[in-house]
T-cell receptor
Framework: GAGVSQSPSNKVTEKGKDVELRCDPI?????LYWYRQSLGQGLEFLIY????????KSGLPSDRFSAERTGGSVSTLTIQRTQQEDSAVYLC?????????????????FGPGTRLTVL | KQEVTQIPAALSVPEGENLVLNCSFT??????LQWFRQDPGKGLTSLLL?????REQTSGRLNASLDKSSGRSTLYIAASQPGDSATYLC????????????FGKGTHLIIQP
């Protein structure tokens, strides 16, 4: 597709359940980012992938959060044993940024987000 | 840790006015600064990216400037229209990719027809 897509667009789950959020980046984009937008915290960065590798996972809010990327394309963000404070909009972005390249240019393009509600 | 402040937090003006949105950041060691708009219930739309070696970028009625040493960026909107109503976010980036973007809380803009 032309842009970043995310699924599902909305997810309502019960406290304690696991959820999986999916991101399809723009074709050819090597870098992929996950962010979270909540009323209290604003927009916060969670994790970055260059290809299939995430060099730093310290931005993930807790050990209940994990993320992976396969084939240098699709990424999934998994939240185990969801809590009410996990309720937020989860946004994914991608870019052409390549650490091996000569330029620092890194325009990120965002998907529409997944709105997660934990009851 | 980078902190980003956007002023004003909200702005409501009649259409046709020229506007200036302000962004300040505490860590001037940035590579890029990106401006976005966000419509209610939507994702972010990239408006402009300024690299640290640049002082300004223009796209249509939008002009963004960057003063990296003083930690400031401004977004100028010329001849505002009701369709410009949205929340505007600025986001500096340190570079290297791993830090991601740091966002301000945004300026909520309403253009009255």
């Amino acid at each position: 597709g032309a842009g970043v897509s995310q699924s599902p667009s909305n997810k309502v789950t019960e406290k304690g359940k696991d959820v999986e959020l999916r991101c399809d980046p723009i074709s050819g984009h090597t870098a992929l980012y996950w962010y979270r937008q909540s009323l209290g915290q604003g927009l916060e960065f969670l994790i970055y992938f260059q290809g299939n590798s995430a060099p730093d996972k310290s931005g993930l809010p807790s050990d209940r959060f994990s993320a992976e990327r396969t084939g240098g394309s699709v990424s999934t963000l998994t939240i185990q044993r969801t809590q009410q404070e996990d309720s937020a909009v989860y946004l994914c972005a991608s870019s052409l940024f390549d650490t091996a390249g000569p330029s620092s240019y890194n325009e990120q393009f965002f998907g529409p987000g997944t709105r997660l509600t934990v009851l | 840790k980078q902190e980003v402040t956007q002023i004003p937090a909200a702005l409501s003006v009649p259409e046709g006015e020229n506007l200036v949105l302000n962004c300040s950041f505490t860590d001037s060691a940035i590579y890029n600064l990106q401006w976005f708009r966000q419509d209610p219930g939507k994702g972010l739309t990239s408006l402009l990216l300024i690299q640290s070696s640049q002082r300004e970028q223009t796209s249509g009625r939008l002009n963004a400037s960057l003063d990296k040493s003083s930690g400031r960026s401004t977004l100028y909107i010329a001849a505002s229209q009701p369709g410009d109503s949205a929340t505007y976010l600025c986001a500096p980036e340190r570079g290297g990719g791993a830090d991601g973007l740091t966002f301000g809380k945004g300026t909520h803009l309403i253009i009255q027809p």
